[in-house]
């Protein structure tokens, strides 16, 4: 009897397809490959400067039709796009509070539309929040904040359609988890695929869990 061969795809920006920052290192799905071997196939769907939008729109479509596990790891350059409310006036700090909750609006949309199509392939899936990135102080303070109303948007809906959460915040803590202020390095790689590989190895479906 031939066996089935498990197959992770994955899906999101440049945390997932990160060779540009790490050649000749290897890039984070290489290091699932060999971590998960040979009975196991990756796929990188994952598109640098992709947004929420681009999943839904571009990759999905392009899951390869054997894929069993999907992991789902974008919103970052979504925030990035929002990055300029830090710099707007506001008079009050409700005023600078309806500014960020306004953007996080805009993203909770995206991001539930997204992954409600992603869901609609019927496959154990995972998703990523977004770390908390490597910028110098005072300037991540401020990023750790304002990221944690898109994080916000991700554990809900994961938590509500019963998905896994690999929490990178919680896995990448060193800087020299870092090829740059918000690339992962080959060693960030190592962490993030550590956790990637334990988790499809027990196929989560249908339980909500934290993962790092």
């Not at 039709?65 to 707007?88: K, M, R």
């Not at 509070?97 to 992603?118: C, H, K, N, P, W």
């Not at 959460?165 to 550590?194: H, M, Q």
Request: net charge negative; with cysteine.
């Amino acid at each position: 009897m031939t066996q089935t061969m498990n197959h992770v795809a994955l899906l999101g920006d440049s945390i997932l397809d990160n060779r540009a920052y790490v050649t000749p290192e290897p890039d984070v799905a290489e290091q699932l490959r060999a971590r998960l071997g040979k009975n196991w196939r990756v796929s990188l769907v994952a598109v640098d400067g992709d947004v929420t939008g681009d999943v839904e729109r571009r990759q999905i479509g392009r899951i390869p039709a054997d894929a069993t596990h999907l992991i789902v790891s974008v919103g970052g350059n979504d925030a990035l796009g929002h990055a300029s409310v830090l710099s707007e006036s506001a008079g009050t700090v409700a005023d600078a509070i309806e500014l960020l909750a306004g953007a996080q609006a805009s993203f909770a949309a995206s991001y539930t539309r997204m992954i409600d199509a992603v869901m609609k392939r019927n496959l154990p899936t995972a998703v990523c929040t977004i770390y908390d990135a490597n910028y110098p102080e005072p300037q991540h303070r401020l990023v750790v904040a304002a990221l944690a109303l898109f994080n916000d948007v991700i554990t809900r809906a994961a938590f509500q359609r019963g998905l896994p959460v690999v929490d990178l915040r919680l896995i990448c803590t060193d800087p020299a988890d870092y090829a740059n202020p918000i690339e992962p390095s080959a060693a960030g790689g190592e962490k993030i695929t550590a956790v990637i590989a334990e988790l499809v190895r027990q196929v989560p479906s249908g339980r909500s869990s934290i993962w790092c």
